[in-house]
């Protein structure tokens, strides 16, 4: 069983930051790869951030790039995303996702088994 809760959403600033947080719990959920993906309004969802299970490696999207952070934690089943330099284009239901994956940190969302419910984040123009 495998599960994972986002948080830490919330409304901030253009230029602002905002770091969110993914709980994740199952048996070997540490060896899972995880990222990050977003989906605003009337948009297809789209890939974030993903980092490998060792966190050894990470890939970002290139509008992210330079801006965001992918991170986990020492106990293994905690991943976060640090977001700095908010633009309204940001605005966004983010989710984290993670995948049993034999290769690194991949942007592809079916190669994800595992899905959060999201938590909103809004940057007003």
């Known amino acids: 069983q495998v599960q994972l809760v986002e948080s830490g959403g919330g409304l901030v600033q253009a230029g602002g930051s905002l770091r969110l947080s993914c709980a994740a719990s199952?048996?070997?959920?540490?060896?899972?790869?995880k990222g990050w993906f977003r989906q605003a309004p009337g948009k297809e969802r789209e890939f974030v951030a993903a980092?490998?299970?060792?966190?050894?490696?990470?890939r970002y999207a290139d509008s992210v790039e330079g801006r965001f952070t992918i991170s986990r934690d020492n106990d293994e089943n905690t991943v976060s995303l640090q977001m700095n330099s908010l633009k309204p284009e940001d605005t966004a239901i983010y989710y984290c996702?993670?995948?049993?994956?034999?290769?690194?940190?991949?942007?592809?969302?079916?190669?994800?088994?595992?899905w959060g419910q999201g938590t909103q984040v809004t940057v007003p123009s």
């Open positions: 996702a993670a995948g049993r994956l034999l290769g690194g940190p991949t942007p592809t969302q079916n190669e994800y088994s595992y």
């Open positions: 199952g048996r070997a959920i540490g060896k899972f790869n």
């Open positions: 980092i490998s299970w060792s966190g050894s490696s990470t």
